[in-house]
């Protein structure tokens, strides 16, 4: 008799397996150097040698590549961007969102107002700065057939 398989372990291994390899390419140096730039005009009261802050940038900003490059599959077959965009716009909105509630508790912490708008762009700048590098780098990843 043979084995059954789960075709549902086997696909999540291989996106487990994917993510590793996404993973390498990724630069944390960037990461921070993209919140610092997002966020510090806002949170000019945290020093760059703490980062309170960046640690759960840095979180937000892998789980947006991720999402992007799960949906890089689509741009290598010609979908334009803002089609692929709209196919991951609730995940997008659902990141977006809590790191907007991340950053208010942050400046609520150090009884910091600031103003609801400016950040909810910081974010959003934030969040689809880090899809979109997902989704070029997995576009990338198709066209040197590394998948």
Same mark, same amino acid.
């Given at each position: 008799m043979g084995q059954v398989v789960?075709?549902?372990?086997e696909k999540q291994k291989k996106q487990v397996i994917l993510e590793k390899k996404?993973?390498?390419e990724l630069s944390l140096e960037k990461i921070?150097?993209?919140a610092e730039d997002c966020f510090s005009p806002l949170f000019y009261f945290v020093p760059?040698?703490?980062?309170i802050l960046y640690d759960g940038c840095i979180d937000f900003a892998i789980e947006a590549y991720l999402l992007?490059? !799960?949906?890089? =599959?689509?741009g290598f077959y010609g979908e334009p961007i803002q089609k692929a965009r709209g196919r991951s716009e609730k995940e997008e909105t659902q990141?977006?969102?809590?790191?907007?509630?991340?950053?208010?508790?942050w400046s609520d912490a150090f009884n910091l107002t600031i103003a609801s708008e400016p950040l909810l762009h910081a974010c959003e700048h934030f969040i689809h700065s880090w899809w979109k590098e997902g989704f070029s !780098?997995?576009? =990338?990843?198709?066209?040197?057939r590394l998948q």
């Open positions: 789960s075709f549902i372990s996404l993973l390498r921070i150097r993209t760059k040698q703490t980062d992007g490059a !799960q949906f890089g =599959k689509f990141l977006l969102f809590e790191l907007y509630d991340y950053a208010v508790s !780098q997995r576009i =990338k990843r198709f066209k040197l």
